[in-house]
């Protein structure tokens, strides 16, 4: 489909239900469908694997990443494993070492269990990537901007060095969404996402999705999707078209908010450190203006001088941002990464890479600014 981002994420992969005109996808509330003969039937046999709900939510994913296949899963875990099911014992993968925790948990908890190496390298520098290439390496996985310190990587160069070595290169597009990077026009061969956060964006639905051009790769995933099963159900995928509607208005709000916060905060008193790429002495400040059209609605901070104690008590005082996991949706969230969401990651790999214990994250949702700035006045004073 040729039209522009809006367009898309409001009518990609939909259309008016053809026996009643419904102008909203259905909830498609089944496991099953009917089959006139063994194998006759409208292209939906069990829910498990298709399902016309999720169907039209992966259709409409797959737009907004300029990608051709959309899948949907249970979770943004779920999305990451079946990409890893791609690999055989032996098989290297080359990563960030600035990564979300469940991240870095599935893959040295669970599949190097299976065999599989992971090199962690800063993906800030393409030579880092490209020194640990090996006859092994079958993937690059990186994430950009980083979570929780907004490193960025460069895509293009990344996917240079992954197209040059034969290797599969994915990109968990999370932080940024769709609507500020598309990894696929960039040389990614698979996006992810964690559904849950911006794409969603209300903080009611956990899901995850992967989208690519190749049809060959996209057999080889809906093979693993559809025989290990971790697929969302019809409701979670009508939420999340339903999220998706407003998609871009939402992320213009969350990077002029993010964009007034960080700006609060960059000469704060109690502020050590911050990260935000929008800002000029940002490593990868360049760039994020290369491929993100805006900046995003993720800050975090360091506090100065700040213990755990004295951390945990400033995290814990705001009234209008929520002390919570995730991030994206409306509502403002602070998260303290070293004991929630990167608290699998070993204290000496996390602190090696900033994930301090008064390191703050910060999820800037679409409230009016002058109230997040007064609760951000109140809390660190
Ligand atoms: O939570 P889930 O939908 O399974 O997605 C996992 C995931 C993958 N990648 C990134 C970059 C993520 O941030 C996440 C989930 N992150 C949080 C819950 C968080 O608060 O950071």
Redesign the pocket.
Known sequence: MGYKFATKAIHAGQHADPTTGAVMTPIYQTSTYQQAAPGDHKGYEYSRGTNPTRKALEDCLAALENGTYGLAFS??????ETVLKLLKPGDEVITGDD?????YRIFTNVFEHYGIKFHFVNTSDPERIAERISSATRLIWV?TP???TLKLADIEAIGKVAKEAGVLFAV?N??ASPYLQNPLDLGADIV??????YIGGHSDV???ALVVNDRELYDRLFFYYNACGGTPGPQDSFLVLRGIKTLHLRMRAHCENGRKVAEYLKNHPRVEKIYWPGFEDHPGHNIAKKQMRDFGGMVSIVLRGASLEDTFKVAASFKVFTLA???GGVES?I?H?AT???GSIPREVREKVGVVDNLI?I?VGVEDIEDLLADLEQALG
């Open positions: 979770s943004g875990m779920a999305a990451t990564l979300y925790g469940g991240s994430e980083t979570n929780p968990d999370t932080f992810m996402h964690s559904v849950t956060k956990v899901m995850g996991e995730s991030l969230l998260n990464p929630m969401t990167h994250r999820s």
